[in-house]
């Protein structure tokens, strides 16, 4: 991540909240960006463990990844998310994530 300029990210971000008019709209129209253009599944390192990250979802005030390890689900937020490298198609709707909320 890191790729796009503020500039890029700028665009995004003004994409994703368009028609919204205040915060939480917000936040709905970037998680809605992360979950319609993320490439699902994928898998990455948490705590040196290898999980899939199978979904994203809209918990309270963040946008957090569904992780499955076996039986086991853990849900972590997407900015503590470590992407694996190269990073999934769509990633780059969590850096204008990381941006809007800067």
Not at 4 to 16: C, H, I, Y
Not at 40 to 62: H, I, M, N, S, Y
Request: hydrophobic share 40%.
């Amino acid at each position: 991540m890191g790729s796009l300029s503020r500039k890029e990210l700028d665009v995004l971000v003004e994409d994703a909240i368009v028609d919204c008019y205040n915060e939480d709209e917000q936040l709905t129209g970037l998680y809605t960006m992360i979950e319609d253009n993320l490439a699902l599944p994928f898998t990455t390192q948490v705590l040196g463990v290898e999980v899939t990250v199978r979904k994203v979802d809209l918990r309270g005030q963040r946008v957090v990844a569904i992780c499955h390890r076996g039986r086991e689900r853990q849900a972590i937020a997407i900015l503590d998310l470590p992407l694996p490298d190269p990073p999934p198609d769509g990633s780059e709707w969590i850096e204008a994530y990381r941006h809007w909320g800067g």
